[in-house]
């Protein structure tokens, strides 16, 4: 019962998660880039705790720093991630 009402609410969460991601579309965030993973540079933004909230992926076709903040453009979200491209200044 108990793994039945937690898968339940997971769904619920990822529902919300994803309608709360697609509102920042086309918005821009300030971002800390934490690592590089295969073909992205991965980050969150200033409001984001890390492994607790979302990540925002940047495609790596440029070269960023970690440890650095860049001003993001979200272009597109999934339930626990956000994709984004930096913005130049």
């Known amino acids: 019962v108990k793994a039945q009402r937690a ?5 619920l969460q990822q529902d919300i998660s ?3 991601n697609e509102s920042k579309i086309g918005k821009v965030f300030k971002v800390l ?3 590089r993973e295969e073909q992205y540079f991965v980050g969150r933004t ?6 607790v909230d979302n990540e ?3 495609e790596d076709s440029q070269e960023l720093s970690l440890g650095q903040f860049y001003h993001v453009k979200i272009t597109g979200a999934g ?3 956000l ?3 930096v913005e130049q200044p």
């Open 18 to 20: 994803l309608q709360l």
């Open 46 to 51: 200033q409001y984001d705790s890390p492994e």
């Open 7 to 11: 898968g339940a609410i997971m769904e």
């Open 79 to 81: 339930e626990f991630d």
């Open 56 to 58: 925002v992926l940047i």
């Open 33 to 35: 880039i934490d690592r």
């Open 83 to 85: 994709y984004g491209t």
